[in-house]
C-alpha cells in the first residue's frame, strides 16, 4: 500500500473515532429540563409522605440504561443514612406497556432498594403532579410537605461515583430547615400524562 494512502487511512480513522468519543461524552453530560424547587407536596397524589422522617421520591423510565446508575447510587446513599428517610421509586408507564414494563432489568434491580416502596404510575399522571420530566429525577421532601432537594444523584447519564447531587440529597437529610438544593438530571424522558408520546429509552432493558 502506499505509505500516503496508508496514513490517510489511519489520520480518517483516528478522526472518526475522536468524532465518535466527542458525541457519546457530549450525551453522557447532556442534562435534562430543569429540576422544580418551588414545589410542594401536591394534593391529589397517590403517594405517601412520611409523618416522622424525610420522604424521598425517584422518578424512573423502567427501561431507561442512563437509570441504573442513579438506582446504584441511590443504595450506596441508603447504606450511609439507614433508615433516615422512607423511599417510593415510581415508574410511569403508559397503560399500552404496563405489563411488559413491570419486568425489566432495571425494575428488577430496583426491587433490591431496602425497604423502597415501588409504584407503577400509569398513564404518567404522578410525574405530571411532581413536575418530573427526566428518569432518575430524585425529590427529597420533608414530613411537612417542603421540597427540600430536586434533582439527580450522578454526574452524568451512566456514570456511577460521588458527585455535587449526591452531596446535595445528604447534606439536606442533616439540615432539613435549610433552603432547597438542586442539581442537573441526566437520563431518559418520562412518560407524562400531558405528553402522549412514549420517550425514547435508547435500548430495551
Partial sequence: MNPRMFYAIVGCWIVSVAACVYVVERYAGQPGPPSPLSLTWPEGTQLSLSADKPTALIFAHPKCPCTQASIREFERIKARHPNAFDTTVVFP??????????????????????????????????????????SGQVFLFAPDGRLLYSGGITAARGHEGMNGGQEAFEYQLSHPSSPGKTFPVFGCGLVRASNTSVPDSRRDM
Fill in 93 to 134: 408507564v403508559t397503560a399500552a406497556q404496563k405489563s411488559a414494563w413491570q419486568d425489566t432489568r432495571l425494575v428488577n434491580e430496583t426491587r433490591n432498594l431496602p425497604s423502597a416502596r415501588i409504584v407503577f404510575d400509569s398513564g404518567g399522571i404522578e410525574s405530571d403532579r411532581f413536575d418530573a420530566a427526566v
